[in-house]
C-alpha cells in the first residue's frame, strides 16, 4: 500500500513540468498541481483514526511532507513513519530548466529509482514515465489530466503487464473527492475505493481537514500549509 501512495505521490510531483524560468509564462506549477491558493512553502499531510469516546487520535500508516520554492516549483517530497524517520525521499531532475524526472531513494532497502518523464501532457505534463533501477527498466507509468492539468488516471507496467492503475474525481473547485486503485497479481484483482469529504479551509481557500472513507473505513486527514 506505501508503494503505490509513493507512486501516486512520485507521479504528481513529475506531473509538475513547468520551466523553471519562465515565470510570466507560467501556468502549471507544483501549486496547481496540488491545488492551493497563495504562496505555499511546504506541505505536511497526515491522516489519523479517531476515538471520540476517549477523544484519541492514532497516526494511520505514513506521513507526506511536500516543499516548494517562492515560484511554486517542487523542491522535494519525503515520507516519514510515526516516529518521524524518513523513509522515502523524492527530489526532481531538471534539464534546461524544465522537470525532465525525478530521483526516488527507499531509505530502508536502499533502493534509488531514477524516473523519467518520456513524454509530456498539455506542454508540461508527465503523461508517461519510466523508472530505472541500476540503469535497467523496470517500471512505466502512464497518466492522463484534465484541462487544469490535475490527475485522471494512472496506470503503471512491469515488462510490459498493467500491475496498477488508479482514477480521480474532482469537485467544482478541483478538490479530489474520490479514486478507485486496482492491483493485479497472480490472476487477483484487490480494489480500494476512496471518497473524501473537505470539513475545514484556511484563509486562503485551501483544505485544511477532511474526512476520507477507504472501504468503508473512517479516517480523519489533516493538512498544515505553511506559506511564505
Known amino acids: ?3 503505490y501512495l509513493l507512486l501516486f505521490s512520485i507521479c504528481v510531483a513529475s ?5 523553471k524560468n519562465d515565470n510570466a509564462k507560467k501556468k502549471f506549477t507544483g501549486w496547481t498541481s496540488h491545488n492551493v491558493n497563495g504562496k505555499v512553502k511546504e506541505i505536511t499531510i497526515k491522516s489519523y483514526k479517531t476515538d471520540s469516546l476517549h477523544n484519541t487520535k492514532t497516526l494511520e500508516g505514513l506521513y ?6 517562492t515560484n511554486g516549483d517542487e523542491l522535494e517530497y519525503n515520507i516519514y513513519d510515526k516516529n518521524n524517520d524518513l523513509k522515502f525521499k523524492s527530489v526532481p531532475t531538471y534539464k534546461n530548466g524544465k522537470i525532465s524526472g525525478s530521483i526516488v531513494n527507499h531509505i530502508e532497502e536502499k533502493i534509488s529509482e531514477t524516473w523519467v518523464i518520456k513524454k509530456y501532457l498539455l506542454g508540461f505534463y508527465g503523461g508517461e514515465i519510466e523508472c530505472y533501477i541500476d540503469k535497467k527498466l523496470v517500471k ?3 497518466n492522463t489530466v484534465n484541462e487544469k492539468g490535475h490527475q485522471k488516471r494512472l496506470k503503471l507496467f512491469s515488462n510490459g503487464k498493467l500491475i496498477f492503475e488508479k482514477s480521480f474525481d474532482y469537485d467544482k473547485n478541483e478538490n479530489m473527492t474520490g479514486s478507485t486503485e486496482n492491483s493485479y497479481a497472480n490472476d487477483t484483482v484487490y480494489s480500494i475505493k476512496y471518497s473524501f469529504i473537505y470539513n475545514e479551509f484556511d484563509k486562503n481557500k485551501n483544505w485544511t481537514k477532511r474526512t476520507d472513507v477507504v472501504n468503508g473505513k473512517y479516517l480523519t486527514t489533516e ?4 506559506y511564505y
Request: with cysteine; proline share 0%.
Open 15 to 19: 506531473l509538475n513540468c513547468q520551466q
Open 223 to 226: 493538512r498544515v500549509l505553511d
Open 1 to 3: 500500500m506505501k508503494f
Open 140 to 142: 512505466k507509468a502512464v
Open 64 to 69: 507526506h511532507n511536500f516543499q516548494f520554492t
